[in-house]
Nanobody, 115 residues
Framework: QVQLVESGGGLVQPGGSLRLSCAAS????????LGWYRQAPGKQRELVAG???????NYADSVKGRFTISRDNVNDTVHLQMNGLKPEDTAVYYC?????????WGQGTQVTVSS
């Protein structure tokens, strides 16, 4: 059974930082492309950051220079370091793993940026 379990969300003031983590089980983690998506109320889910099997990364323009995605193939974990958080970053953040048509999602973790 595939499981992706996110953690690290919460309430933070503008300009603050959070580090999200996603622990995977039930998959050959190193074979998957990983991503973090987010969905704000009333908006579509959007890709925030992705990282390939080889470690290449890509980011949404809105988070470039502020967010960093990384993967740990020993502990089957993917992280999202978020710095310089803005109110518009408020959303539910989802971990995603996909490979050859197989796609898996976590349950999501809430990030709220507010003073």
């Amino acid at each position: 059974q595939v499981q992706l379990v996110e953690s690290g969300g919460g309430l933070v003031q503008p300009g603050g930082s959070l580090r999200l983590s996603c622990a995977a089980s039930g998959i050959i983690f190193s074979a998957y492309t990983l991503g973090w998506y987010r969905q704000a109320p009333g908006k579509q889910r959007e890709l925030v950051a992705g990282i390939t099997r080889g470690g290449s990364t890509n980011y949404a323009d809105s988070v470039k220079g502020r967010f960093t995605i990384s993967r740990d193939n020993v502990n089957d974990t993917v992280h999202l370091q978020m710095n310089g958080l803005k109110p518009e970053d408020t959303a539910v953040y989802y971990c995603n793993a996909h490979r050859l048509g197989y796609m898996h999602w976590g349950q999501g973790t809430q990030v709220t940026v507010s003073s």
